[in-house]
């Protein structure tokens, strides 16, 4: 039995299937998984974790990197448009309306640029210190993961057992990835001198912030699936 046979198509394959079936399979024997379950999990997370960050490398195309001011409130409601319909691409199979979870993002960013933090997810901050940039990457980042936390939890609260727990999860989220980020942007940019090492940080947060709300999304999916059947 393939576990991982039928991924989306639009989807990128980056791993090779068949290095990951067998493990995977492992897994499910050894912690009485059922396999079904497993790949419909598995599938959300990788949907979701890489049309997330490949929104995000796309929106640096349309909006360039700056520090608070730089970033109008055109361009936040543009880059979160962009990584809002990404990541309702990913969860149509699994939300009914869906398309609101876009709407959702798009007022959600343009709540943030109108606030003192700005849009977090394509700013650098202006200090050198890297203590200073984990301190407010984690500040700062926990801020902006709760705003869009409360406005996507609206969207799927009466669709998804205990959609509550989505507020905290974005929230940490955000912080960690935010707070990696900039240490990263900082310590490059320190030994390079050249701004771009600001964009490779963000590209690194918005990895993570991929990967991890991926892992939390999926999680409070696969668990409403477990307590429909309960």
């Known amino acids: 039995m393939f576990l991982l046979d039928d991924c989306p ?26 396999p079904a379950r497993l790949k419909q999990r598995f599938r959300l997370w990788a ?3 890489g049309l997330s960050w490949l929104a995000f490398v796309l929106s ?16 936040a409601l543009l880059g979160g448009g962009l990584v809002g319909c990404a990541q309702w691409r990913a969860l149509h199979p699994y939300l009914r309306g869906a398309y609101r979870w876009a709407i959702a993002s798009v007022l959600s960013w343009g709540a943030l640029t109108l606030l003192p933090v700005g849009a977090i997810g394509w ?23 709760l705003i869009l936390g409360v406005g996507q939890w609206a969207v799927m609260r ?5 959609a509550w727990r989505w507020i905290p ?19 490059l940019r320190a ?27 999926a999680g409070l999916f696969f668990n409403n699936q477990n307590n429909q059947q309960n």
Request: contains cysteine; proline residues 3%.
């Open 9 to 34: 198509v639009s989807f990128p394959r980056f791993f090779i299937v068949s290095r990951l079936n067998d493990p995977l399979m492992l897994v499910c024997k050894r912690w009485s998984l059922d």
């Open 47 to 49: 949907s979701w974790t």
């Open 60 to 75: 640096l195309l349309l909006i360039v990197i700056g520090e608070k001011s730089d970033v109008s409130l055109a361009k």
């Open 123 to 145: 700013i650098a901050p202006g200090t050198p210190s890297l203590w200073l940039r984990g301190l407010f990457g984690i500040l700062y980042g926990a801020y902006a993961g």
């Open 158 to 162: 009466t669709q998804v057992a205990q």
């Open 169 to 187: 999860l974005s929230t940490g989220t955000w912080a960690v990835a935010i707070a990696l980020g900039w240490l990263v942007g900082g310590k």
């Open 191 to 217: 030994s390079s001198h050249l701004f771009i090492s600001e964009v490779i940080g963000l590209t690194v947060a918005w990895g993570a912030i991929a990967a991890l709300s991926g892992l939390a999304i």
